[in-house]
Nanobody
Framework: QVQLVESGGGLVQPGGSLRLSCVAS????????MGWYRQAPEKQRELVAN???????NFADSVKGRFSISADIAKNTVSLQMNSLRPEDTAVYYC???????????????WGRGTQVTVSS
């Protein structure tokens, strides 16, 4: 099976920065997508940013210019650098990946358990 483990959440003041990291482990043949979602209380889970193998990235409009994403697919890792954090960025952040377990296999979607990010003074 596959596991995604996040690290790097915490409490930060508005305007501050945090870096989240995620590592995937297990029976991985190939990773197709790695990224981050978030879910605030009483809101739906939303895409924050993702990295599609082949080089493209996607960002939520609300984080463009503040967040950046980087991935080292050879090491099964993805990181999210969050700058100029705002109270509305407060949420549980989940690592997400689409991973194939065998050659030419259909990729399955996997989730981490989440890490809390709180932006507050």
């Amino acid at each position: 099976q596959v596991q995604l483990v996040e690290s790097g959440g915490g409490l930060v003041q508005p305007g501050g920065s945090l870096r989240l990291s995620c590592v995937a482990s297990g029976s991985i043949y190939s990773i197709h997508v790695m990224g981050w979602y978030r879910q605030a209380p009483e809101k739906q889970r939303e895409l924050v940013a993702n990295f599609i193998v082949g080089g493209s990235t996607n960002f939520a409009d609300s984080v463009k210019g503040r967040f950046s994403i980087s991935a080292d697919i050879a090491k099964n890792t993805v990181s999210l650098q969050m700058n100029s954090l705002r109270p509305e960025d407060t949420a549980v952040y989940y690592c997400n990946a689409e991973i194939a377990l065998v050659r030419a296999g259909v990729p399955f979607e996997y989730w981490g358990r989440g890490t809390q990010v709180t932006v507050s003074s």
